[in-house]
Nanobody, 121 residues
Framework: QVQLVESGGGLVQPGGSLTLSCAASGDIFSINAMGWYRQAPGKQRELVAAITSGGSANYADSVKGRFTISRGNAKNTVYLQMNSLKPEDTAVYYC???????????????WGQGTQVTVSS
């Protein structure tokens, strides 16, 4: 069994910053890419940023230059540093990871429970 636990969401004023964290635990053999998605009310879930096990990152155009994704030294954690936040960044943010377990060596995607980010004055 694998768990992804996010933390760091909250309420912030426009122009402010937040850092989201996600830690993967459980029956983990290997982790490939990890990433952050978000879903605003009435909209589809969208990719915000992703990072490979080798450290290559890609970002949605809407967050380029404002958000930075990184992996922890243990490689089972992923962070999203969000700067210059805008009201349109308001959404539930979900962590995603491509994981192979000791039980099944096939990689599959796992999701966290989500953390709310609200940008408002």
């Amino acid at each position: 069994q694998v768990q992804l636990v996010e933390s760091g969401g909250g309420l912030v004023q426009p122009g402010g910053s937040l850092t989201l964290s996600c830690a993967a635990s459980g029956d983990i053999f290997s982790i490939n890419a990890m990433g952050w998605y978000r879903q605003a009310p009435g909209k589809q879930r969208e990719l915000v940023a992703a990072i490979t096990s080798g450290g290559s990152a890609n970002y949605a155009d809407s967050v380029k230059g404002r958000f930075t994704i990184s992996r922890g030294n243990a490689k089972n954690t992923v962070y999203l540093q969000m700067n210059s936040l805008k009201p349109e960044d308001t959404a539930v943010y979900y962590c995603n990871a491509d994981i192979a377990t000791y039980t099944s060596s096939r990689f599959r995607g796992y999701w966290g429970q989500g953390t709310q980010v609200t940008v408002s004055s």
